[in-house]
């Protein structure tokens, strides 16, 4: 199997509060992972790609100082948007390449983040 | 930058009746991966395509490569309430670009009882 773990699945939070997402692979080890935000009715938008040991590479427009990745094994990577702002509410879905990058990616059942 | 065409954007039809939906692309992909998601839920993997001309079933529904790794279909035939869903092409570039996926913009499918 290629089974993905995120947690939490969903948090409500006040405005200036920073959340940490978590994104485990139970079943294999992950050197690469994926953060991707998904807006309603719309589909996946890659914020970012997460490698074990070195720093993430994030997409163009996506604040790396807003979204902090940490890969520090090979089956956790953690998203934390720090001082969330409502608009920053949003499903944020993780996934994972299993073995040495091939495809497909195995996606994680998300995280619904409301900023109030 | 690869774009990823997906059509149609949104389908609502019977109980019974069957469906296509294109995934089209000027790029080449490595590989094309279908996915079906539920609301509030992360996309479940259903196929992945690699060689070109290849077609792969699954059940009711029928994944198809082109030729050339450009475009992939999904027809379903004779749908179930239960395929209701999101409906997610995404492709793999080759060489360096192969452990991202570029995604279509989704098909939204509503099958009425």
């Known amino acids: 199997g290629a089974v993905v773990s995120q947690h939490p699945s969903w948090v409500i939070c006040k405005s200036g509060t920073s959340v940490k997402i978590e994104c485990r692979s139970l079943d294999f080890q992950a050197t690469t992972m994926f953060w991707y935000r998904q807006f309603p009715k719309q589909s996946l938008m890659l914020m970012a790609t997460s490698n074990e040991g070195s720093k993430a590479t994030y997409e163009q427009g996506v604040e790396k100082d807003k979204f902090l990745i940490n890969h520090a094994s090979l089956t956790l990577s953690t998203l934390t948007v720090t001082s969330a702002h409502p608009e920053d509410s949003s499903f944020y879905i993780c996934?994972?390449?299993?073995?040495?990058?091939?495809?497909?990616?195995?996606f994680g059942d998300g995280t619904r983040l409301s900023i109030l | 930058t690869q774009l990823l065409e997906q059509s149609p954007q949104f389908l609502s039809i019977q109980e019974g009746e069957n469906l296509t939906v294109y995934c089209n692309s000027s790029?080449?992909?490595?590989?094309l991966q279908w996915y079906r998601q539920e609301p509030g839920e992360g996309p479940v993997l259903l196929v992945t395509?690699?060689?070109?001309?290849e077609v792969k079933k699954l059940k009711r529904l029928t994944f198809q490569f082109g030729d050339a790794r450009k475009d992939s279909s999904l027809h379903i035939t004779a749908a179930q309430p239960g395929d209701t869903g999101l409906y997610l092409c995404?492709?793999?570039?080759?060489?360096?670009?192969?452990?991202?996926?570029?995604f279509g913009k989704g098909t939204k499918l509503s099958v009425i009882p």
């Open positions: 790029s080449v992909f490595s590989s």
């Open positions: 995404a492709g793999a570039a080759g060489g360096a670009g192969s452990y991202q996926l570029t």
């Open positions: 395509v690699v060689t070109g001309g």
């Open positions: 996934s994972a390449l299993k073995g040495q990058g091939k495809q497909p990616q195995h």
